[in-house]
């Protein structure tokens, strides 16, 4: 008889997260999928899992749903993931990205979970530090990524005085079926191909030679959801993704071949960002046997036709920002 095993899920909803959710499982797991649908789509969670609508911010929800499940392992996914807009966007960056997180790690620890694994970002590294690996000290530059690296410490003191098991994976441009492609301030992949859909030209900010490594879901989340499994990743950090990097021009004439269409690039003023990101990936391939199995033509080709075949998204303005200083005119509303 197998154990088993009971794992929440957050931000199941969500791109990452779901696919998550159906790996888990597909590998015999109960899962409880939690999300506020703030940026998730409550069809993207498999039916056999458990859906609860919740914020990882409120506390004492957070302490029941614990207390009524008893996890064996907890798959945090839920963030707001935009490294530029995090800037304009303090309160809510720190609050949903590292209160939100503590909330978690604090009922993880009372409630005896055996391993918290952890969705952090290779923002954590900063710029110059390339290629990126586990062993650098991060220097985060923006919000999003000085929260990320925040819980990356918060969770390894949690282990060091309370014994909570961990593991941290930083992914890196992930993109893929289920993405939001009605977000316009992230994932620049759903951003091109929701364009594409409604006739718009692609926005490349600056002059497009800035390099990214793209890396297709199906080289992500069954990596996130074995891990458990995997005794050597537990209190270890994985950089997780696509090896090859490419400049953003690159990366858009791909976009307009899977979806059939002519390159028509907007070029735009360059915004404050990390110029050249690219991970190594050794110690996964070493812990995980494994390494990515799909191109970036193959991924590519994939998301372009779902996405053909859930059509364009709207895209949503963040809503009230904290600071407009310097906010790059392409994320103001029309007549602002």
Not at 55 to 73: I, P
Not at 139 to 145: S, V
């Amino acid at each position: 008889m197998t154990e088993s095993k009971t794992s929440l899920v957050t931000g199941a909803a969500g791109f990452i997260g779901s696919h998550v959710v159906d790996e888990l499982l597909n590998r015999g797991h109960r899962v409880v999928a939690l999300d506020d649908l703030s940026g998730g789509f409550r069809d993207n969670v498999d039916a056999r899992a458990q859906f609860v609508t919740g914020s990882v911010t409120d506390v004492g929800w957070v302490g029941r749903l614990f207390a009524e499940h008893r996890f064996d392992y907890v798959f945090h996914l839920a963030a707001y993931a935009a490294e530029g807009l995090s800037h304009f966007i303090r309160r809510f960056n720190y609050e949903n990205n590292l209160i939100g997180s503590v909330n978690l790690i604090n009922a993880a620890v009372n409630h005896e979970v055996k391993c918290f694994v952890f969705t952090s970002s290779i923002a954590v590294y900063g710029r110059n530090q390339l290629p990126m690996t586990e062993e650098l000290t991060p220097q985060p530059e923006d919000p999003y990524g000085i929260s990320k690296y925040a819980v990356e410490l918060d969770l390894r003191a949690a282990h060091e005085l309370f014994g909570l098991n961990y593991i941290i994976f930083r992914p890196h441009n992930v993109y893929g079926e289920r993405q939001n492609i009605g977000d316009r301030y992230r994932n620049v992949v759903g951003i091109y191909m929701n364009n594409i859909l409604q006739g718009k030209p692609l926005p490349v900010f600056g002059d497009g030679e800035q390099t990214r490594a793209f890396s297709y879901i199906g080289d992500v989340a069954p990596i996130i959801a074995r891990s458990v499994e995997v005794p050597a990743a537990y209190n270890e950090i994985f950089n997780v993704g696509a090896d090859q990097p490419y400049s953003v021009n690159e990366l858009a004439r791909e976009i307009c071949r899977a979806m059939g269409v002519d390159f028509r690039p907007q070029y735009l003023p360059a915004r404050n960002e990390v110029q050249h990101a690219y991970a190594t990936h050794d110690k996964v391939a070493r812990v995980f046997d494994y390494r990515p199995q799909y191109t970036l033509e193959q991924g590519l080709s994939r998301m372009a036709a779902w996405v053909r075949k859930v059509g364009a998204r709207r895209s949503q303005s963040f809503g009230a920002l904290d600071i407009e200083k310097n906010l790059p005119p392409s994320w103001r509303e029309p007549g602002a």
